[in-house]
């Protein structure tokens, strides 16, 4: 199973909802969980000293000879049952041809939960072995609209991080962005502690378990 978390806004929470559907998962203990950062702030999260190997980004610009199974070899292991495979070092986008096919069908292939942080918009082929792919966004009228013109919108669910005081709602979100909302998180200064203080894996805020534990 693959669940690909992305946005079209700096700032949205895609990186904790990656990081926390992760950890829920690994905690139901059913099945081994693989994040993949290609964002680049999973560590930093999930309060892991920052990795210094390869990682995603070094395998999509590596030459073609290099194969799917060389991404095992990038995985370090977070917490029992979650492993991550890093950004790297290669992150202005160069991405040898046909990798992204690739990469897409080792990690459906892949045994267990695989969950990817893809930041912005993810590529094609990623959303085509997604089980789920989620847009992570705010009530904000910009996000939507520029969720809107990606045509088709390359999401089964939108999970809303919801904001007090804003005009948009549920409602004008789905209407909007044209995909249904499946989880709304708030927005909960507990939530931006728990990440500040390095403690999301340690203990994952109700705010943010209980409406992903519905998701997962
Ligand atoms: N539900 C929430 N409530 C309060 N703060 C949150 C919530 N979700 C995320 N944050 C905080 O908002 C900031 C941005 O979160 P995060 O890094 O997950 O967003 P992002 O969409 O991944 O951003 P980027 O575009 O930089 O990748 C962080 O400081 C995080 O702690
Ligand atoms: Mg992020």
Avoid: F, N
Wanted: aromatic share 2%; net charge neutral; with cysteine.
């Amino acid at each position: 199973m693959v669940i690909v978390c992305w946005s079209v806004k700096g700032g949205s929470g895609t990186t904790v909802v990656a990081a926390s559907l992760a950890l829920t998962y690994a905690r139901r203990g059913a099945a081994p969980v693989l994040l993949v950062d290609l964002a680049g702030d999973l560590p930093a999260v999930l309060a892991l000293p920052e990795p210094e190997g390869p990682g995603a980004t070094d395998w999509l610009a590596a030459d073609a000879d290099v194969a799917a199974q060389a991404l095992e070899r990038l995985c370090v292991p977070v917490v029992d049952g979650l492993e991550l495979i890093p950004i790297g070092s290669i992150t202005h986008g160069d991405v040898t041809a046909g990798r992204w096919t690739e990469m897409a069908g080792w990690l459906a292939a892949r045994h267990g939960t695989v969950i990817v942080d893809t930041g912005a918009p993810p590529d094609p082929a990623l959303v085509a072995v997604a089980t789920t792919s989620l847009l992570v966004i705010r009530p904000c009228y910009l996000a939507a609209r520029k969720a809107a013109r990606l045509q088709p919108v390359p999401a089964t669910g939108i999970v809303l991080v919801t904001e007090p005081g804003r005009a948009l709602g549920r409602r004008q979100i789905e209407s909007a962005v044209g995909v249904v909302v499946i989880a709304e998180i708030p927005l909960d200064p507990s939530i931006a502690r728990a990440v500040d203080a390095g403690l999301l894996a340690a203990r994952l805020p109700m705010t943010l378990s209980r409406p992903l534990g519905r998701v997962a």
